[in-house]
């Protein structure tokens, strides 16, 4: 048996009329201890062991600034498929398509781990729509623009300037490449990546452990500078 008080007949109306399109959104399990969507995303967060710090960070910041004003003060399983899509349309009106997709896809997370848990039998996260992802043209440095990024680096630095323009490494990898990972033909072996604060971490996830290849023209101008020891960050 399921009950649920309404404080107008308005509310008791809208109600009924719910329970007979989506009655899975109203006739939810009545779970008095089911944590607040607040407290559960604060437990959840500190158990993505799996996360580089970087993004462990990026998640915090985005949920408790993003989804706990939004949701925070609802228990689990009084949270609706309704409730869900208000809120993406409501962070939809201030950010950007992408961000609000990767906001969307921690509170889908966190729901399916609430499933996972036993605090609620399904996801209210089905379906939802979300605002189409931008078309945008990548801007493409030519040679000579790199070229000139490079000179006003320092010395340290330009060799980073060369195989960012050539591989498109992230920031991480980048900052974490020695010279024993590239080969004699320019391939560069990624398997790790090094955060601003000068820790080292796996790539970002499985897929980001692989080879690419620099280019010919790349490692001309790269294996010029590299050490005869062949050792060392890049």
Known sequence: EHVKACATQ???????????????????????????????????????????????????????????????????????????????????????PSTVRVVYSYLTAIMSSAVEDGHIETSPCRKIKLPPKPRKKPYL???????????????????MVVVGAATGLRPGELRALTWDKISADGTITVEQQLDDEGEWAPTKTKSGVRQVPMGASAWTVLKKERPKNGEGLV
């Open 141 to 159: 440095l030519t040679t000579k623009q790199v070229g000139q990024i490079r000179a006003a680096m320092t010395p340290a630095a330009r060799s």
């Open 10 to 96: 308005d509310e008791a109306e809208l109600l009924v009329a719910t329970a007979l399109t989506n009655p899975d959104e109203v006739l939810k399990p009545a779970t008095p201890d089911a944590p607040t969507f607040a407290v559960y995303a604060q437990a959840w967060l500190p158990r993505q062991v799996h996360w580089a710090k970087g993004t462990r960070d990026s998640a915090t910041q985005r949920v408790n600034v993003h989804l706990i004003p939004a949701l925070g003060e609802q228990p689990l399983n009084l949270i609706t498929r309704p409730m869900i899509s208000d809120t993406v349309s409501d962070l939809a009106q201030s950010l950007a």
